[in-house]
C-alpha cells in the first residue's frame, strides 16, 4: 500500500533523510520512531506528498505522492495542527470536506460520528478557545473526514495528557482494526510496542533498524533465560519453593539442566523475559553511536 524507495531530502549540504526505503502493507500499523531530529517528520512529509523528496519516491496505493487521486485516498495527521482559531469544529470539518467534494450530507454525519466516537465535547466552542487534546481530536477527525484508506500520523499524541494520550492511541487502535493503513511516528515506544505490527527506527536521518517487534528484540534485545529447578537447595535461595537462577544463554540453561539432573531434581520451568522495546531502541541508537565513533 505504500513504497517509500531511497527517499531523500536535504538542505543545502544537510542530509534531513538520507534514503529510506520501506513497504507497508495493506492494513499494517507502520511505526517510525527515533530521537528528536531523526527525520521522521520529514519521512512522512514526503509519504504525504506535502515535502518533495531531493531524491527517490514514495507511492500510496500504487500512485505517485504528488498524485491528486492519492491524496484522496489518505489522511494526513500534523504533530503541530494549523488550526483556524475562530472557526467551530463543526465549520472546521465542513471546510475540509468540501475541499474534497464530500457531500455535504455525508460529510455532517461523518462529523457527527467521528466526534462522537473521539468524545469531543463543546463542538461550538472556537478551537482557539480549546485545549491542545480537543484541538489535536479534531484534527484527526480532519484526517477522516474524506474515509481514507491510509492515515500518516505525525506524534498523534505528543504532548497530550496521559488519559487524552490513550484516547487517541485507543483510537487509532479500532482504526487499524477496521483495516485502515497506517503510518505513525512517536517517541513514547510503549504505544509503538501496543498497536504496531512492524517499526522502522531512524537516527540522524538514516533507518538504522527496521522490521517486526519480534525479529527486533531478537536482533538487539537482551533475553533473559530463568530457569527453575526442583532441585534441593537451602532455603535462602529458593524462590516460591523453588530454585531459580537467571542465566544469559540456552547453553548456560542446559548445563543448569544437566547439573539439576546430576543433583537427582529436575528443571521445572525455563521462562525468558525479553527486554521492551525501550531497550531495543537504546541498544539501536548506542551500536549505531558506536559505529559513527568508529
Ligand atoms: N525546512 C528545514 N530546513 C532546514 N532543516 C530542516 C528543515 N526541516 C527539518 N530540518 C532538519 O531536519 C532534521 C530532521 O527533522 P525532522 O523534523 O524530520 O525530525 P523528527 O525526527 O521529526 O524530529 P522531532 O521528533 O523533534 O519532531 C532536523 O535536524 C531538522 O532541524
Redesign the pocket.
Known amino acids: 500500500m505504500i513504497e517509500a524507495r531511497d527517499l531523500r531530502k536535504e ?1 543545502g549540504d ?1 542530509a ?1 533523510v538520507e534514503g529510506s526505503t520501506f513497504a507497508v502493507d495493506a492494513g499494517e500499523v507502520f511505526g517510525i520512531i ?1 530521537p ?7 519521512t512522512l512529509k514526503m509519504l504525504a506528498g506535502l515535502l518533495e523528496p531531493t531524491a527517490g519516491s514514495a507511492t500510496v496505493a500504487g500512485y505517485d505522492a504528488e498524485d491528486t487521486e492519492m491524496r484522496k485516498r489518505l489522511g494526513f495527521l500534523p ?1 503541530e495542527s494549523p488550526l483556524y482559531e475562530e472557526m467551530t469544529p463543526l465549520s472546521y470539518l465542513r471546510f475540509f470536506a468540501d475541499l474534497y467534494d464530500v457531500p455535504r450530507s455525508v460529510a455532517d454525519d461523518r462529523i457527527d460520528e467521528t466526534l462522537s466516537e473521539l468524545d469531543l465535547e463543546h463542538r461550538t466552542r472556537q478551537l482557539g478557545d480549546m485545549s491542545k487534546g480537543m484541538k489535536r481530536k479534531v484534527a484527526i477527525a480532519r484526517s477522516l473526514i474524506n474515509d481514507p484508506d491510509v492515515l500518516i500520523y505525525d506524534e498523534p499524541a505528543s504532548g497530550l495528557d496521559p488519559l487524552t494520550t490513550n484516547y487517541i492511541i485507543q483510537f487509532t487502535e479500532r482504526l487499524a482494526e477496521e483495516g485502515k493503513t497506517i503510518v505513525f ?1 512517536a ?1 513514547n515506544l510503549f504505544h509503538v510496542e501496543s498497536i504496531c505490527d512492524r517499526v522502522a527506527i ?1 537516527n540522524e536521518g538514516e533507518i538504522v533498524a527496521k522490521g517486526d517487534l519480534d525479529a527486533l528484540q531478537r536482533e538487539y534485545g537482551d533475553t533473559e533465560y530463568h530457569v527453575y529447578t526442583t532441585v534441593e537447595v537451602p532455603d535462602s535461595v529458593r524462590e516460591n519453593g523453588q530454585y531459580r537462577r537467571v542465566v544469559e544463554s540456552m547453553d548456560a540453561v542446559e548445563s543448569v539442566r544437566e547439573a539439576a539432573e546430576a543433583a537427582g531434581g529436575e528443571v521445572a520451568d525455563i521462562r525468558t523475559e525479553e527486554s521492551s522495546l525501550e531497550e531495543v531502541f537504546l541498544n539501536v541508537a548506542e551500536s549505531g553511536r558506536r559505529r559513527s565513533e568508529a
Request: proline content about 0%; charged content about 15%.
Open positions: 538542505y544537510f534531513a527515533g528528536n531530529g531523526a527525520g521522521k517528520t520529514t504533530e511516528s517517541h531512524m
